[in-house]
């Protein structure tokens, strides 16, 4: 399966912030999204970071309650790990293993068009294992049937 299917099935809405955003600000908007990352762009929309629940945590790690008060691009993962609509999902995995990250951001022809999360890609993998169980029950099924 490709980027672009998993796109088209959970839609492209992309929430961005901006690198001088409040830490503080970021979080209450992942929380009312229900979503464990931001792209971040600056005002011309280039995109600069991603920041996500995990980069929020290791600033509040490292910063204490300091991190809430500045700004994302002081938290955010850079570079921001990027793919295209035309790319398999075992690569996607793989970028996300090695990269140890969750969200990658999707970009076609220059410009942000969408997010994937290791959610969507768990979620295709169980997809995929689930249509493969079912083949074999009903292939062992037509297979046991008296002839």
Request: glycine share 8%.
């Given at each position: 399966m490709f980027v672009k299917e998993v796109l088209q099935a959970k839609g492209a809405k992309v929430f961005t912030a901006h690198p001088d955003d409040l830490?503080?600000?970021?979080?209450?908007?992942?929380?009312?999204r229900?979503?464990?990352?931001?792209?971040?762009?600056?005002?011309?929309?280039?995109?600069?970071?991603?920041?996500?629940?995990?980069d929020i945590v290791y600033g509040i790690a490292r910063y204490g309650t300091e991190a809430l008060?500045?700004?994302?691009?002081?938290?955010?993962?850079?570079p921001a790990p990027v793919c295209s609509p035309d790319?398999?999902?075992?690569?996607?995995?793989?970028?996300?293993t090695y990269r140890r990250v969750r969200h990658v951001a999707v970009f076609s022809d220059g410009r942000l068009a969408g997010?994937?999360?290791?959610?969507?890609?768990?979620k295709n993998r169980?997809?995929?294992?689930?249509?493969?169980?079912?083949?074999l029950r009903d292939y062992a099924r037509l297979t046991a049937a008296p002839h």
């Open positions: 830490v503080e600000a970021v979080i209450s908007e992942l929380r009312a229900a979503i464990g990352a931001a792209v971040v762009v600056d005002r011309r929309g280039a995109i600069q970071g991603i920041i996500s629940e995990r008060r500045m700004p994302a691009g002081a938290l955010m993962t850079t790319d398999d999902l075992r690569t996607i995995m793989s970028l996300m997010v994937i999360s290791i959610g969507d890609v768990v169980l997809d995929e294992i689930e249509l493969e169980v079912n083949v």
